[in-house]
């Protein structure tokens, strides 16, 4: 039994933008194009990351390459999808200093080293196992999150790299400001990046292969795409704002309801609690069983539109579990598809639109669909 309010998730999409971004890899790398490493943390942004993860291993497989790597955000994340079959290599970005690292082991997961700490924790597992433990070491070139400072390496590398149960596969850095073309970090963080790569093999790391490049990056600047690249929002059809690629993108979630209710309101009634809404004009409003228990933000009242038979409707007031929505001069019935986010008939809700709205960033209208929320998959 499927709530009104419910998520349609289009693997076949998903299929699509990966093989985008893997043509555009194709076509613009020098020599051999850069290995994709899928990123499905917090639940493959709202999406579903078991389903995501198997997609995207199909894809993988019928198009007889390796599997994608996938990356999540914590241990926990990868031994749920170990559970649901997932084979694929798996990069465990963070939190490994509160975590079990049973985990790791127990699950072939392969786990970011980014503090001293990390890593005496991983070398400690690793010794009592009496195995050697593949992991990725991030540098920290300005973000000032996960990550051994770019400047004191020399250090704080040696005790990491003298361990014999600790291996070295790959180094990584994250960007934090890669959509945003005007802010010097971006090239910053990149130089510092290309100072410890030149600088590899005095600091014993060669032989590694390097990757930085979200979402942001790897649309923007070429250089950063090294031997791997992580997109994340573009996986599931989205371009980070303000960038703008000449890409063949397909939104994969789309967020459906249906209308419940159609009353009129006068001039100087409201609508929603603290009567955040008041008719300027006799209106035909409509009654929508979703708010903000299923991640939709209060800021989309006043801002966000819905489409309801194709029309784009203003969302008036956002409560708990329902939302007005104007349908003034619009063919509109009880039982009748709103669409939330995705598509209906020519227009599209975007949600890289609905973010610039509410003055937020797209991941997190996706992540915060609510757990309530049933997710239905096309393929």
Sequence with gaps: MVRP???????????????????????????????????????????????????????????????????????????????AGVKAPILVFGALSVSDLDGVFAHDLTPTVSSPFAARALDQAAAARDVRLRVHLKIDTGMNRFGFRHDNLRATLPAVLRSPHLVVEAVYT????????????????????EAVRAAAAELGL????????????????????????????????????????????RPVMSLRSRVVAVKG????????????????????????????????????????????????????AVSM?????????????????VVLLGPQKADLIAARDVAVAIGTVPHE???????RIERTYNS
């Design 174 to 193: 994250h960007f934090g400001t890669a959509e945003d073309r005007a802010h010097p970090l971006f090239e910053r963080q990149r130089t510092r990046f």
């Design 265 to 316: 309101m006068r001039p100087g009634e409201t609508a929603g609690y603290g009567g955040c809404f008041v008719a300027d004009r006799p209106l035909r409003v409509a009654l929508v069983p979703a708010g903000y228990a299923d991640g939709l933000d209060l800021r989309l009242a006043g801002r966000g539109t819905v489409l309801v038979g194709g029309v784009r409707t203003s969302i008036l």
């Design 321 to 337: 579990d329902s939302m007005v929505v104007d349908v003034t001069g619009v063919d509109a019935d009880p039982g009748d598809e």
């Design 5 to 83: 309010t419910h998520a349609v998730v289009d693997l076949d999409g998903l299929a699509v933008n990966y093989r985008t971004i893997r043509a555009l890899l194709e076509a613009g790398a020098v020599g051999s194009a850069p290995r994709i490493i899928a990123v499905i943390k917090a639940n493959a942004y709202g999406h579903g990351a078991a389903r995501v993860a198997r997609a995207l291993e199909r894809e993988a497989d019928a198009r007889s390459a390796l599997p994608p790597m996938l990356a999540c955000a914590d241990i926990e994340e990868g031994v749920e999808l170990r559970a």
């Design 206 to 249: 060669a032989g590694v292969w390097w990757h930085a490049a979200n979402s942001a990056a790897l649309l923007r600047d070429r250089r950063t795409w090294y031997d791997a690249v992580r997109p994340g929002l573009l996986l599931y059809g989205v371009a980070p704002p303000p960038l703008d690629p000449d890409l063949r993108l």
């Design 365 to 371: 209208i996706l992540c915060r669909i609510g757990t």
